[in-house]
Each structure stands twice: as C-alpha cells, then as structure tokens.
C-alpha cells in the first residue's frame, strides 16, 4: 500500500514536471520575431550600434556592425518600432507579428542638421529587467562646461509666471513654442490644463525634461514642497521618495534634504554585534 502511493506521487511528479518544462516550449511556438536593418538613407551604409526600442515592451537592442537588430519571442500583434542613433534623425515603423514568422524592416535614417538624439541616447534596461535605462551624451567629457541657463530656461521661467498669475492659456501657448522650435524630436502639442493643480505638474513635468542634467531638478522639488509664496506647498510625500531602510526604518526626506545624507548629516544606523566565533574541539 505504501510502495502504491510512493510510486503515485511519484508519477504525479514526473507529470507535473514534466508540464512545467514542456510550458515555455509551447508558449515560445505562439510567439513571433522583429527584424531588420538599420542603414544611411544616402548611400546605404549599415549604421551599427543604432537603439532600436520596440514600444510597449521592455524589449531594447543595437544593431550590430551589419547594421541588423532582431528581436526575439514576441507576441502575435501589431508594434511600433523606433530606432535612435546619434546624429540622424530617428524613425519609426509599424511591424505586424505573426505566429512563428519574423516581420522584416529596413530603416534608412536622414542624417539631422541638429543632433538632439546626442542629449540623451537609449543603451539598455534597467536593473529591474524593465525600466529603460539612459547614458547621458549631452557633454563631451567630464571637464566640458555645463550651461546652466539658456533661452530655453527664459522661456520657462516665463511660463511659470503665466502660471502664477492663473493664465494657464498663455502658460500653455510658452511651453507650446519651446516644443515647436525643435521639430525634430517629434513633440506633440501641449493640452491646456483645467486646473492650477494641473498647470503645476504640467510646468515642472516640462521643466524636469528640458533641463535633465543640470542640476535643476532637485531645487524644483523643493520648491513644490515649500509653503507659498515661495513654493507650492505640495506634501512632501508627494513629491519626495519615500524607501525602507534594511532594519525597517521609513527615510522620509525633509522640505531641505536631498537624496542622500552629506557631510555632517550621517544617518544613525544601529551597530550589530559581532557573532563570537564557535571553538569546537576535537572531535565536535
């Protein structure tokens, strides 16, 4: 009786493994591929280490030296594709996947008079397999200047006067025309916002993407947390990360604190007590 039941689990053991490898095959053999190549419209020379982003996935890749990408186990469906490569203009095409086929494209890429692709180029996933992750191209070197004010700035400052004076349309218009004077990242028209709540997240949203790197962003969100006049007031829960530390303690950053402790401001972790070490003796 109990050698029956032994060899039962052990049956429904193998069964159960054996659907638990056979799963990944069979949902493999319902999925397709996107491939292509990447080239310069001009004289058609393969453009290798383009970014090629498949949209709505975590998916991302570089073309290699024949300027070819591929991308594998996808899911029947229709898709958009966009590649980006320093110093041409990027492209996007649509590609249909079918169960076991491979959509084909070819991207021929126009050089671009201004290389705005430069600022910030797409190279990876983040640590956590999804979130995309960016290498930052807008300075040479570590010594080249950084400019820390420019028109684009004047015109946001601009806006942010519109706002505070409750003229959410002529916020909208100013940060409408920052948009149009750069045709080649493909910004779409700003909505006006219905609210001031709205006007605030829609500015510094707009702040916060036209001047990434430098050294802006952590003033904004300080000043969405101070009190009016001088800010917005905003819950500092709202605007600040909040994380667990490992010995379950809640960071809750202040109204003047940045991400990390500076000089003078380390944190009070408790000290752990050395294990003792284990003497045993012969024969233990």
């Known amino acids: ?100 086929e491979t959509a084909a494209l070819l991207f021929s890429l126009v050089p671009a008079a201004v290389k705005l692709d430069e600022l910030v180029t797409t190279v990876n996933v983040g640590l956590d397999g999804t979130t995309p992750q960016f290498t930052l191209n807008k300075y040479a070197d570590a010594s080249a200047p950084v400019v820390v004010a420019d028109g684009i700035e004047a015109r946001l400052i601009e806006a942010e006067a519109q706002l505070q004076a409750d003229d959410l349309p002529g916020m909208t218009a100013t940060l409408n025309g920052i948009r149009q004077a750069f045709p080649d990242l493909g910004l779409a028209d700003l909505a006006e916002p219905a609210t001031q709540a709205e006007g605030v997240d829609l500015l510094f949203a707009e702040r916060a993407f036209w001047m990434f790197a430098t050294g802006h962003r952590l003033g904004d969100m300080r000043r969405l947390v101070r009190p009016a006049p001088l800010g917005y007031g905003r819950p500092v829960d709202s605007v600040f990360p909040q994380r667990h530390l490992h010995q379950g303690r809640l960071v809750r950053p202040g109204r003047e604190l940045a991400y990390s402790a500076g000089r003078g401001e380390q944190p009070e972790f408790k000290r752990v007590p050395r294990p003792q070490s284990l003497k045993l003796g012969r024969g233990q």
Not at 35 to 44: C, F, I, K, S, T
């Open 1 to 100: 009786m109990r050698v029956g039941i032994r060899l039962s689990m052990a049956g429904a053991g193998f069964l159960l493994g054996a659907l638990v490898l056979g799963a990944p095959r069979e949902a493999y053999a319902q999925q397709g591929a996107i491939g292509g190549q990447v080239v310069d419209q001009a004289d058609g020379t393969p453009l290798e280490a383009a970014r090629v982003i498949l949209t709505g996935t975590s998916q991302i890749e570089a073309t290699n030296r024949e300027g070819r990408f591929l991308f594998r186990q996808v899911n029947p469906g229709t898709y958009q594709v966009r590649v980006l490569r320093v110093g041409y203009k990027p492209a996007t095409r649509s590609a249909s996947v079918a169960v076991g």
